[in-house]
């Protein structure tokens, strides 16, 4: 120990002494040092999270046994648990969240720790009938009671799942924003900027609350958020809050009619100029975009079949194979288990996204990548329909870094009923629930967005041109 | 302006259906009319360009009339800059293998001849004897040339250093379009671990994006029928080695005339097709104007081109 400290001396004093111009050089992390873990990082309010969590903990262990677990649990793992939960809480925070809420999270969400480790890093899933409760008593910070009445509303859409998909929530949260900006009045001190206050006072915490409390945001949402913070600081500084309302208003319509509506629209021209007749088109999921490709095709002169794939525990592809057989497209449903038994028959595969990485990478529903997989391995052409606004500046690669949770209880055998599952799994069953999952590039043929088809070799330069604010290197932080 | 460019778009659809038009194909050599296609809407674009910076009539026509003039020096000189670039790839004593008759390719060749001292291996490149005019004009150069049969190109694989092919057209994703049996080629460099490097100048790049084979533009579509190949060795490409009589199908009796003529009846079909599809992925480099290029920057490119 001792013996460390020392070298790390000597070196920084031979960097000091070298390079005296350059500051930089002391921040970077010396070769011969294991890089600790977050632990040391924890500002204040997250040692208090940590306190709570393990104080919450310990009220459990009166109540059962499973709780008594855990906190034993954290007991034991002492140093990469903590730094486990400092990462959840640093991921938490990197996913856009206050300081001071993410003891509010911990609490809400990990009544159970039925997750492996290796997923600990993911928040858990947060039950949405906790959040229903409206009382004064469980809303514990005070900034929460300072939202619009739209914003709570939905938060509860987004946490019980009526509003899911990429696009839904984008559009949304726009759709709230605005109901929000209108009845917007400027604060009392005239000498604050409204701009600013704007932002601090009313957009972030909204975001922030959705993405804490809620459900985590998805990558449209964030793109959507970052364009409408840049919108405000584009602002005058001496405008009319009437003009200031409707600018917005009409930023955040254009962004949806240019980057979501027309996108779709060129998407379905550009898509169905792949599509012979025919063929034997399959699709996982539920996809509007995919949908409406599928459903708005010439039928005269391309005559096909569509295969649709879907999965336990959404089976969201339910709702797709009811609106094209009402647009009259003949279709087969089958599960996931299915898949290679159909493959052979198959022509091109189109598949939706929820958002794109910049190495050309999918990220989409759970069960895409292997969709995708089994397509390369039979030859068969993969099209990925994705608009431009879905590109993220990450680039992941693979599906555990960045994903999310979902309910464990989904995973429940549907013979069973809730009260016997519950008794009958046990405390070494652990379930996990993931919902997205990242197909990587090489299973993609190609992408199929408003510019155009694409390789997935091509996506950075697509995010240089359409994103440009994305595109710099820069921290995200909400 | 708008005039001129919709002038413009007619005269070049005028010069695809022409193209496209199977009583045409052999004027142009059996090839295929992406690059054509490609080059033509690439000066469409310019115009448009053009108009929405100078919108003077004058200006605008004198601009474009000096960038049609530099077109087609560029399309020359485009030659020259990938022959400067391409032969630096080209070792000593290696063996090069190639496909069809290609002027980059050859000028490329020609050009490396006479730094290096190297041979070339040429597919005899039926049904239009392709290869062997190429060798025809490797051999006036000086460079020793070996012709070997289309089937025999998987065999000779192992021996060759390189393969270099030209393009009839580079689509979005890198991949290339070119005479058919490219694409085998192609697999079977990446197979033997030998590279393999497509020279094209800039205005083959296409705004295509095949997905398989079946996927290409349709190419002269009567052309299939028309060019009959199991006559068509005996008669054209050889020289008429087997006898100076032009037949078409015929009967038995011919059979016994000519040796190795075998004519087929009616209701065997004969899928004659020009142009393959070789995707990105067995691609090296592509040797352009742009300078060397790796197959995914073709798609960058393409973006700045069309933008």
Same mark, same amino acid.
């Given at each position: 120990?001792?013996?460390?400290?020392?070298?790390?001396?000597?070196?920084?004093?031979?960097?000091? &002494?070298?390079?005296?111009?350059?500051?930089?050089?002391?921040?970077?992390?010396?070769?011969?040092?294991?890089?600790?873990?977050?632990?040391?990082?924890?500002?204040?309010?997250?040692?208090?999270?940590?306190?709570?969590?393990?104080?919450?903990?310990?009220?459990?262990?009166?109540?059962?046994?499973?709780?008594?677990?855990?906190?034993?649990? @954290?007991?034991?793992?002492?140093?990469?648990? !903590?730094?486990?939960?400092?990462?959840?809480?640093?991921?938490?925070?990197?996913?856009?969240?206050?300081?001071?809420?993410? #003891?509010?999270?911990?609490?809400?969400?990990?009544?159970?720790?039925?997750?492996?480790?290796?997923? #600990?890093?993911?928040?858990?899933?947060?039950?949405?009938?906790?959040?229903?409760?409206?009382?004064?008593?469980?809303?514990?910070?005070?900034?929460?009671?300072?939202?619009?009445?739209?914003?709570?509303?939905?938060?509860?859409?987004?946490?019980?799942?009526?509003?899911?998909?990429?696009?839904?929530?984008?559009?949304?949260?726009?759709?709230?924003?605005?109901?929000?900006?209108? !009845?917007?009045?400027?604060?009392?001190?005239?000498?604050?900027?409204?701009?600013?206050?704007?932002?601090?006072?009313?957009?972030?915490?909204?975001? &922030?609350?959705?993405?804490?409390?809620?459900?985590?945001?998805?990558?449209?949402?964030?793109?959507?958020?970052?364009?409408?913070?840049?919108?405000?600081?584009?602002?005058?500084?001496?405008?009319?809050?009437?003009?200031?309302?409707?600018?917005?208003?009409?930023?955040?319509?254009?962004?949806?009619?240019?980057?979501?509506?027309?996108? !779709?629209?060129?998407?379905?021209?550009?898509?169905?100029?792949?599509?012979?007749?025919?063929?034997?088109?399959?699709?996982?999921?539920?996809?509007?975009?995919?949908?409406?490709?599928?459903?708005?095709?010439?039928?005269?002169?391309?005559?096909?079949?569509?295969?649709?794939?879907?999965?336990?525990?959404?089976?969201?592809?339910?709702?797709?194979?009811?609106?094209?057989?009402?647009?009259?497209?003949?279709?087969?449903?089958?599960?996931?288990?299915?898949?290679?038994?159909?493959?052979?028959?198959?022509?091109?595969?189109?598949?939706?996204?929820?958002?794109?990485?910049? !190495?050309?990478?999918?990220?989409?529903?759970?069960? &895409?990548?292997?969709?995708?997989?089994?397509?390369?391995?039979?030859?068969?052409?993969? @099209?990925?329909?994705?608009?431009?606004?879905?590109?993220?500046?990450?680039?992941?690669?693979?599906?555990?870094?960045?994903?999310?949770?979902?309910?464990?209880?989904?995973?429940?055998?549907?013979?069973?009923?809730?009260?016997?599952?519950?008794?009958?799994?046990?405390?070494?069953?652990?379930?996990?629930?993931?919902?997205?999952?990242?197909?990587?590039?090489?299973?993609?043929?190609?992408?199929?967005?408003?510019?155009?088809?694409?390789?997935?070799?091509?996506?950075?330069?697509?995010?240089?041109?359409?994103?440009?604010?994305?595109?710099?290197?820069?921290?995200?932080?909400? | 302006?708008?005039?001129?460019?919709?002038?413009?778009?007619?005269?070049? %659809?005028?010069?695809?259906?022409?193209?496209?038009?199977? /009583?045409?194909?052999?004027?142009?050599? *059996?090839?295929?009319?992406?690059?054509?296609?490609?080059?033509?809407?690439? =000066?469409?674009?310019? +115009?448009?360009?053009?108009?929405?910076?100078?919108?003077?009539?004058?200006?605008?026509?004198?601009? +474009?009339?000096?960038?049609?003039?530099? =077109?087609?020096?560029?399309?020359?000189?485009?030659?020259?800059? +990938?022959?400067?670039?391409?032969?630096?790839?080209?070792?000593? *004593?290696?063996?090069?293998?190639?496909?069809?008759?290609?002027?980059?390719?050859?000028?490329?060749?020609?050009?490396?001849?006479?730094?290096?001292?190297? %041979?070339?291996?040429?597919?005899?490149?039926?049904?239009?004897?392709?290869?062997?005019?190429?060798?025809?004009?490797?051999?006036?150069?000086?460079?020793?040339?070996?012709?070997?049969?289309?089937?025999?190109?998987?065999?000779?694989?192992?021996?060759?250093?390189?393969?270099?092919?030209?393009?009839?057209?580079?689509?979005?994703?890198?991949? +290339?379009?070119?005479?058919?049996?490219?694409?085998?080629?192609?697999?079977?460099?990446?197979?033997? *671990?030998?590279?393999?490097?497509?020279?094209?100048?800039?205005?083959? =790049?296409?705004?295509?994006?095949?997905?398989?084979?079946?996927? /290409?533009?349709?190419?002269?579509?009567?052309?299939?029928?028309?060019?009959?190949?199991?006559?068509?060795?005996?008669?054209?490409?050889?020289? *008429?080695?087997?006898?100076?009589?032009?037949?078409?199908?015929?009967?038995?009796?011919?059979?016994?005339?000519?040796?190795?003529?075998?004519?087929?009846? %009616?209701?065997?079909?004969?899928?004659?097709?020009?142009?393959?599809?070789?995707?990105?992925?067995?691609?090296?480099?592509?040797?352009?104007?742009?300078?060397? /290029?790796?197959?995914?920057?073709?798609?960058?490119? /393409?973006?700045?081109?069309?933008?």
């Amino acid at each position: 120990h001792k013996h460390k400290h020392k070298h790390k001396h000597k070196h920084k004093h031979t960097s000091t &002494t070298m390079e005296s111009a350059k500051p930089e050089k002391e921040k970077k992390p010396k070769k011969d040092i294991v890089i600790p873990p977050k632990k040391p990082k924890l500002s204040k309010a997250e040692r208090r999270a940590l306190q709570e969590s393990q104080r919450a903990a310990k009220a459990e262990a009166a109540d059962g046994g499973n709780a008594s677990k855990k906190s034993s649990q @954290l007991q034991q793992q002492s140093s990469p648990s !903590d730094g486990n939960e400092a990462n959840e809480k640093k991921n938490g925070n990197g996913n856009g969240n206050g300081n001071g809420a993410s #003891s509010d999270e911990n609490m809400e969400g990990s009544s159970r720790n039925d997750t492996l480790t290796f997923f #600990s890093h993911l928040p858990p899933y947060k039950d949405h009938r906790k959040i229903k409760d409206f009382s004064g008593v469980k809303l514990s910070s005070s900034s929460n009671s300072n939202l619009h009445p739209a914003v709570h509303a939905l938060g509860l859409q987004y946490a019980d799942g009526s509003i899911r998909g990429a696009n839904s929530r984008c559009k949304a949260m726009f759709k709230t924003f605005q109901k929000v900006i209108q !009845d917007y009045t400027l604060p009392l001190d005239t000498k604050k900027d409204y701009r600013q206050d704007l932002e601090n006072r009313v957009l972030k915490p909204s975001f &922030t609350y959705w993405t804490t409390k809620c459900r985590i945001h998805s990558v449209t949402m964030g793109n959507a958020f970052t364009f409408l913070k840049l919108a405000v600081a584009n602002l005058g500084r001496d405008m009319v809050l009437e003009d200031v309302k409707s600018i917005l208003c009409e930023g955040m319509d254009a962004y949806i009619h240019e980057r979501i509506d027309f996108a !779709d629209v060129a998407i379905c021209k550009y898509g169905s100029s792949k599509i012979m007749n025919g063929d034997v088109i399959l699709t996982y999921a539920k996809n509007e975009l995919i949908q409406m490709l599928l459903s708005n095709l010439d039928r005269e002169k391309k005559k096909i079949r569509v295969i649709l794939v879907d999965s336990r525990p959404l089976l969201e592809g339910k709702d797709m194979l009811q609106e094209l057989m009402d647009a009259g497209v003949e279709c087969t449903y089958i599960l996931l288990n299915s898949l290679s038994y159909v493959m052979k028959e198959v022509t091109k595969v189109f598949l939706g996204a929820s958002a794109l990485m910049s !190495d050309g990478s999918v990220l989409s529903r759970v069960g &895409t990548a292997t969709v995708a997989m089994m397509a390369r391995s039979h030859n068969v052409p993969v @099209l990925v329909c994705c608009e431009t606004f879905k590109i993220s500046n990450r680039v992941q690669l693979e599906s555990i870094t960045g994903n999310e949770l979902g309910d464990p209880d989904d995973l429940m055998p549907p013979s069973l009923s809730l009260e016997e599952w519950k008794s009958s799994r046990g405390e070494h069953l652990r379930l996990v629930n993931l919902l997205y999952d990242l197909t990587p590039n090489e299973f993609v043929s190609g992408i199929v967005t408003e510019m155009g088809i694409l390789p997935p070799t091509s996506v950075a330069v697509l995010l240089r041109e359409m994103n440009p604010q994305d595109s710099g290197f820069k921290e995200e932080e909400f | 302006m708008m005039g001129l460019e919709m002038e413009l778009k007619k005269a070049s %659809e005028e010069m695809l259906s022409f193209a496209n038009d199977p /009583l045409n194909s052999h004027m142009l050599g *059996g090839r295929s009319h992406i690059a054509l296609a490609s080059g033509c809407e690439l =000066f469409l674009k310019y +115009i448009t360009r053009c108009f929405l910076e100078l919108p003077d009539f004058n200006e605008c026509m004198a601009q +474009i009339l000096s960038r049609g003039q530099r =077109f087609s020096d560029i399309s020359l000189a485009a030659r020259d800059r +990938i022959a400067a670039t391409g032969k630096a790839f080209i070792q000593p *004593g290696a063996r090069v293998l190639t496909h069809g008759w290609s002027s980059v390719v050859s000028s490329l060749l020609i050009q490396a001849a006479e730094d290096t001292h190297f %041979e070339v291996i040429v597919l005899e490149g039926r049904p239009d004897a392709s290869g062997a005019k190429a060798a025809k004009n490797f051999a006036r150069a000086g460079i020793p040339a070996t012709v070997v049969l289309d089937s025999a190109m998987a065999y000779v694989m192992e021996r060759v250093d390189l393969v270099i092919v030209g393009a009839e057209g580079v689509v979005e994703n890198g991949g +290339i379009i070119n005479k058919v049996g490219t694409y085998a080629m192609a697999i079977a460099a990446k197979e033997l *671990g030998k590279p393999f490097y497509v020279a094209a100048e800039s205005f083959k =790049f296409a705004r295509l994006y095949p997905l398989n084979q079946s996927d /290409l533009p349709v190419l002269g579509k009567g052309v299939a029928e028309h060019l009959n190949f199991v006559d068509t060795a005996c008669w054209l490409s050889t020289g *008429g080695m087997v006898g100076s009589r032009q037949k078409n199908g015929g009967d038995e009796k011919d059979e016994e005339h000519v040796p190795g003529l075998v004519s087929l009846p %009616e209701d065997v079909k004969v899928e004659n097709v020009l142009c393959d599809y070789t995707p990105a992925k067995y691609i090296t480099l592509l040797l352009t104007d742009l300078g060397v /290029l790796t197959p995914s920057a073709v798609s960058d490119e /393409l973006i700045r081109l069309y933008q």
